[in-house]
C-alpha cells in the first residue's frame, strides 16, 4: 500500500495571507523533492472571526495543483486540538508539527529525514533555532518546575537577573548547540518532527491545553515511549510572536495552561 512520507500540520488564526505565504513557500523550498507529502492548514479562525474563508481562497489560487488541504475548524479549540485534526486524519511516515510564523532553510528537512533513519530510536526530532536577527534561540529546556514557570512568565526583568543562573540552566545553556543532543523531555513546540506512529500512539496533544505547556506535555509523553534529539543541521528561523507577554487574554491562558500542567505533572 502506498504510504505518503510526510505530512505537515500548521494552525492559523487571524494571521495574514502574506505571513502564512511565506512560511508555505519556505516549507515548499525545504521538501526534498522525491519526498511525497501532504500539507495540512487547519484554521481555528475562520468562523470566530467571520473571516469567510479570504485566507483559503488566496491559499488555493496562489497555491494551485499542490497538495494542501485546507480544514475550516468548527470551534476555536486551541493549538493542540487544530493540530490534532491534521494528526488523526492523515496515515504518513513521518509528521511536521509546525508554526505559521516559522521559516525553513533549505536543507533543514533532507537533513532531518537522514537524520531519523539514522537514528531510528528516535521519536521526535527538534532543530537549531534562529531569530530574524540570526541570533540562537536556546530552546532545549529541562522540563518546568512551578518556580521557573513563575520567573519566566511573571518576574519582571530585575528579578529574572537575579535568577539568571537558574534560569540559563532550565534552556541547556551551558550545552554545546553545535552538537547533537539526545534524550530532551522538553522541545520546542514551534518545529517537531515526528514519526506519525508514534504521535497517534500518544493520542496527540492534550487538547486541555488550548495554549502554551501544549509542547512541554507532549515532549514529556514521547520521551516517555522513544527519545527526543536536537539536531543543528536542521535549522529554521521563528519570528517569535510571543503573544502571552503582549496580550492580558494570552497572559491567562498561558496562566492557565502553567497550572494545568503542574497539576498533571508536579503535583502528583
Known amino acids: 500500500m502506498y504510504r505518503i512520507k510526510l505530512s505537515i500540520s500548521i494552525v492559523v488564526y487571524g494571521e495574514s495571507f502574506l505571513q502564512i ?11 526534498p523533492q522525491a519526498i511525497s507529502y501532504e500539507i495540512t492548514l487547519v484554521d481555528n479562525g475562520a468562523l470566530e472571526l467571520q473571516k469567510n474563508n479570504a485566507l483559503a481562497i488566496n491559499i488555493k489560487n496562489f497555491f494551485v495543483n499542490l497538495p494542501i488541504d485546507y480544514i475550516v475548524s468548527s470551534k476555536n479549540g486551541g493549538y493542540g486540538y487544530g493540530h490534532n485534526q491534521a494528526i488523526f486524519k492523515s496515515d504518513a511516515e513521518y509528521h511536521l508539527i ?14 532531518a529525514f537522514d537524520f531519523m533513519q539514522r537514528h ?47 534560569l540559563n540552566h532550565f534552556e541547556m545553556q551551558d550545552k554545546n548547540y553545535n552538537e547533537v543532543m539526545f534524550k530532551l523531555s522538553n522541545p520546542t513546540g514551534c518545529f517537531m518532527f515526528c514519526r506519525l506512529d508514534l504521535l497517534k500512539r500518544l493520542g496527540g496533544f492534550d487538547e486541555k491545553f488550548f495554549m502554551y505547556y501544549d509542547d512541554s506535555d507532549l515532549g514529556r509523553r514521547m520521551a516517555s515511549i522513544s527519545q527526543i534529539a536536537y539536531s543543528p543541521s536542521v535549522r529554521i528561523k521563528h519570528v517569535w510572536q510571543r503573544a502571552a507577554y503582549q496580550d492580558k487574554q494570552m497572559a491567562w491562558v498561558a496562566s492557565k495552561s502553567a497550572l494545568y500542567y503542574s497539576w498533571k505533572w508536579l503535583l502528583k
Open 21 to 31: 505565504k511565506d512560511c508555505l513557500l519556505s516549507l515548499l523550498s525545504a521538501i
Open 98 to 111: 509546525l508554526n505559521n510564523d516559522v521559516y525553513l532553510m533549505p536543507d533543514s528537512l533532507k537533513n
Open 120 to 166: 531510528p530510536y528516535v521519536g521526535m526530532l527538534v532543530p537549531d533555532v534562529y531569530d530574524m536577527n540570526e541570533k540562537r534561540v536556546h530552546l532545549c529546556r529541562h522540563n518546568p518546575s512551578l518556580w521557573i514557570s513563575f520567573l519566566r512568565r511573571f518576574a519582571p526583568n530585575f528579578f529574572k537577573k537575579i535568577f539568571h543562573k537558574q
